[in-house]
């Protein structure tokens, strides 16, 4: 591992020119047993995360303890001024009057599970990250337009830089680059 | 967005090809879409034009504020009896106008409506700057906004907390929530269309800058699977909130005792009138921007049809409302409910009460007729109406419920002043201002959607796997030949 990480290659980049071939490919390179793979996209292609492989349910979780978090806040910062740090008697009302807590709770609570969600998303997706070797690839700016690219990681234990190159060409890319970090 | 729907099976999936008719491409849908932000010379002059009577109108409201803060809200209409006049009114009409950025963006979202796909970012721009123009108003209202900062619980040396129990408390909470969550939806979805613009500018300034913002965006599957989740998630809390928002802004009055203001049937009226009003909104904006930037395929008259229809459903809801508001008030036996409904019939604000009828119950029956929904002068002219009806509703509710309640010794009339007028108009520039700015800024639909929703039309009934020989594939282009971008095809940064 030591070696391949100090590889000047990123990996090999296959493009492709519609979603469809995209994701076959995606699909065959993971039956081929390569595990570190990506693929790259202009819009959300359904079933190519599955096809790389990919799973990751971190981000309900995040998503839900930060709500959970914003629940609790809320509910204990309304009782701790109003019961603990300032008691006083509103109406005959009781200290811990808690349905006229409920509003805030739950404007608390959805306020932090949506922090939860988009710094949780930015920050499994490790962004912001201006730049990353994948960008080294050829027309890769396309890759927000109209191309679609399939990426073989250097660190894939089956990565061998001929024999991979000529897995992917197998693939009917339009074009196989050699992607330097 | 969360299912692919290759066989049309749902009701939406049937009129696809309707949403986006004609030929494009995934790289003419992007070039379509984002030129208008990196080639200048798109914008004609009903831009400019546009944007000098906002920019105009937006000094008006510098004007007012600054008189405001220099002699204090004495400069209103407002006294006793009447202390909500203009301010409360305009605030609630404008959240109301966000609310259907809202309902685009989440509701829509979730219930799968593909067609909100070419109106959903100019929506959420709406709502951003909806709420913006909202919020200066209860602010301006406490007479000292540099002290706003009291309505928040922090620990100081007064040794007081703010008052809980209270609807204007939690309608602090409510509007400065969705405000926020407003922002970061929006911005969200911004994410891969930034990354989308950064890729296309060629000027080493906005590509620095559009490179910032996307945060290095480079659409691998992996990042798409997360941001799916957190998006349909975002559409999954905004729903709630803002149901929650504009039911916590009819608490301000529900929850009070002043005939007319007590009753249940506020929230779901209120909510239902903000989606109404806020859809008259997007109308007003939409039917002339598509025209001038020549839009008329990717916000088609089926999305008119629609939005529309929203608006008589939601218009419907409405006057139901008002129906009930009426019938409770005779209903309850309390003499000064009757009082309060016979007042506004019959007293001295009688004109707002009418006015209000024809406008929110009488003028939207018209769009049943698919010829007036199809007829986009109309349609506008309806939008308007629909717009000054829905603010003679808050006039009714807080300016005529107020003149007269308990006790005729403290009666009386309440005569907005210029001021009151200034900022109300000023806010409109306001808002006119910041919509037309984004404009030019911002890609104003929403281009990875667009292109999904391209995918899915030449998609449909084929499969999932693609068909060799297809020329739609992939755009215009044969494969393989590879178009890089820049070439004279493609725009110029002015």
């Known amino acids: 591992m030591e070696r391949v990480a100090e590889s000047p290659i990123y990996g090999l980049v296959a493009e492709f020119s519609d979603p469809e071939s995209l994701l076959q490919a995606a699909e065959r390179t993971r039956e081929a047993g390569y595990r570190r793979i990506d693929a790259y996209s202009p819009f959300p292609v359904h079933g190519l995360a599955e096809a790389i492989g990919f799973k990751d349910n971190w981000l309900p979780w995040i998503i839900f303890l930060a709500g959970v978090t914003g629940t609790i806040a809320g509910f204990a910062l309304q009782i701790y001024a109003l019961a603990i740090d300032y008691p006083h008697n509103v109406g005959g009302r009781p200290l811990i009057s808690w349905p006229a807590f409920v509003p805030v709770s739950f404007e608390t609570t959805i306020l932090l599970a949506s922090f939860g969600a988009v710094i949780g998303m930015l920050g499994l997706n490790g962004l912001p990250r201006p730049h990353h070797p994948i960008f080294n ?45 | 967005m969360a299912v692919s729907n290759h066989h049309g099976s749902s009701p939406a999936g049937d009129g696809l090809s309707e949403l986006l008719p004609g030929e494009h491409s995934y790289r003419s849908l992007g070039e379509r879409i984002g030129s208008i932000v990196l080639n200048q010379n798109k914008h004609r002059w009903p831009w400019y034009v546009v944007f000098f009577i906002a920019f105009a109108l937006l ?58 796909n070419s109106i959903n970012r100019f929506a959420e721009a709406m709502t951003l700057f909806a709420v913006a123009c909202a919020g200066l108003f209860p602010l301006l209202h406490t007479g000292r906004p540099w002290l706003a900062y009291w309505m928040l619980p922090y620990p100081n040396v007064l040794a007081m907390w703010p008052q809980f129990r209270s609807p204007l408390l939690w309608d ?28 296309r500018a060629r000027s080493p300034i906005l590509k620095g800058i559009f490179g910032v913002l996307a945060m290095g965006w480079r659409g691998s599957a992996q990042h798409w699977a997360r941001y799916e989740t957190a998006y349909l ?31 249940t049937i506020f929230p779901p009226y209120f909510v239902a009138g903000a989606v109404y009003a806020g859809f008259a909104m997007v109308l007003t904006l939409a039917i002339p921007v598509r025209k001038w930037y020549g839009l008329e395929d990717l916000i088609t008259m089926k999305h008119m049809d629609w939005m529309a229809k929203i608006m008589l459903a ?50 939207p029956q018209f769009l049943w007729f698919p010829q007036v929904r199809y007829n986009l002068f109309w349609l506008f002219v309806i939008s308007q109406v629909v717009s000054v009806g829905m603010w003679l509703e808050r006039f009714v509710i807080i300016v005529v419920s107020l003149h007269r309640d308990y006790l005729p010794a403290n009666w009386g009339m309440y005569y907005p002043t210029i001021w009151d007028w200034g900022l109300y ?36 009934g084929h499969g999932r796997v693609a068909h060799a ?12 030949t590879v178009q890089p971008l820049g070439s004279p095809a493609a725009d110029v940064e002015g």
């Open chain 2, 425 to 460: 108009l000023g806010t409109i520039g306001q808002f006119t201002f910041l919509m037309f700015g984004f404009i030019r800024v911002l890609p104003m639909i929403n281009i990875f959607e667009m292109k999904d929703l391209w995918h899915r039309i030449i998609h449909r």
């Open chain 1, 137 to 181: 690839t050829p027309r890769f700016e396309l890759a927000s337009q109209d191309r679609f690219f399939l990426c073989i990681e250097a660190t894939d234990p089956l990565f061998d830089i001929e024999r991979t190159e000529q897995f992917l060409e197998s693939l009917g890319p339009d074009a196989v680059s050699i992607v330097e970090r």
């Open chain 2, 233 to 263: 998630t975002l559409a999954g809390l905004s729903t709630p909130l803002v149901l929650s928002v504009h039911t916590i802004v009819s608490f301000d009055f529900a929850v009070s005792i002043v005939p007319g203001w007590h009753t």
């Open chain 2, 469 to 480: 020989g297809d020329g739609r594939h992939g755009g215009a282009m044969a494969p393989g």
């Open chain 2, 172 to 199: 602090v909470f409510a509007v400065s929530t969705y405000a926020t969550v407003s922002a970061l939806f929006w911005f969200v979805g911004l994410i891969p269309d930034l990354g989308s613009l950064r890729d």
């Open chain 2, 59 to 116: 000094q008006v409201m510098m004007l007012s504020i600054t008189w405001l803060l220099w002699r204090g809200v004495g400069i209103w209409g407002i006294n006793i009896p009447v202390a909500w006049g203009f301010d409360i009114i305009n605030f609630v009409w404008w959240i109301g106008i966000g609310h259907a950025g809202t309902l685009i963006s989440a509701i829509l979202l979730l219930l799968r409506q593909q067609w909100r």
């Open chain 2, 314 to 363: 939601t218009g419907l809801v409405v006057f139901y409302g008002y129906i009930c508001e009426a019938f409770y008030a005779f209903y309850s036996g309390n003499k000064f409910e009757i009082y309060m409904m016979t007042n506004r019939m019959f007293g001295p604000y009688a004109w707002s009460y009418w006015a209000l009828i024809f406008c929110n119950g009488v003028v």
